[in-house]
């Protein structure tokens, strides 16, 4: 077997560019559904939707080893590691993403400005604002890098899974 990198990365450029699609638009979602008042409302969603992206994604990845085989001509390990390459890919970029969003948030409560996002405020007393938002950011920050090395072990594990399933695929497209 060949380990052409450039190759393997071309297989999964595709399902990298949806499953990050797909991440920002499930991000945006959830973010979205924090904001709605009836609280089991949106729990359900939340629900349909981890449910619906876990089918989104297990499809996305048996996708990415049939699509292996077929348009690249690897066997059907080779469909597992492009799978695996895709998880990977779409994992860091959504590392990233998450980091971000930690970072703007964090700088949003140092400003003071948490309180009014979470709809109370403190006006009239930018030191507790300030004071309240250093703790808060503080608080934030250890909760993003707490969240950076579950990450890690995270993407570590699935890269691992999505090779059975890209395997999968690799074997559904070399058995027609």
């Not at 991440?23 to 008042?37: D, E, P, W």
């Not at 469909?79 to 890919?89: E, T």
């Amino acid at each position: 077997m060949n380990l052409d990198y450039k190759k393997y990365l071309e297989a999964a450029k595709a399902p990298i560019i949806i499953g990050t699609v797909a991440q920002i638009v499930l991000l945006i979602a959830f973010f979205g559904l924090t904001r709605i008042a009836d609280k089991s409302l949106s729990d359900i969603v939340m629900l349909a939707l981890i449910a619906f992206s876990f089918i989104f994604y297990l499809a996305l990845f048996i996708w990415s080893g049939y699509r292996a085989v077929k348009q690249f001509g690897y066997d059907i390990l080779g469909a597992g590691l492009v799978s695996a390459a895709a998880y990977l890919g779409i994992g860091i970029i959504s590392l990233l993403l998450v980091i971000a969003f930690f970072i703007v948030f964090a700088i949003i409560i140092f400003l003071g400005y948490g309180n009014q996002i979470n709809g109370g405020s403190a006006p009239g007393n930018p030191a507790a604002n300030l004071t309240g938002g250093a703790l808060g950011a503080g608080l934030l920050i250890m909760v993003a890098l707490m969240t950076f090395v579950i990450y890690i072990f995270e993407l570590a594990i699935g890269a691992c899974i999505n090779l059975g399933v890209g395997c999968l695929g690799g074997w559904l497209a070399s058995r027609k």
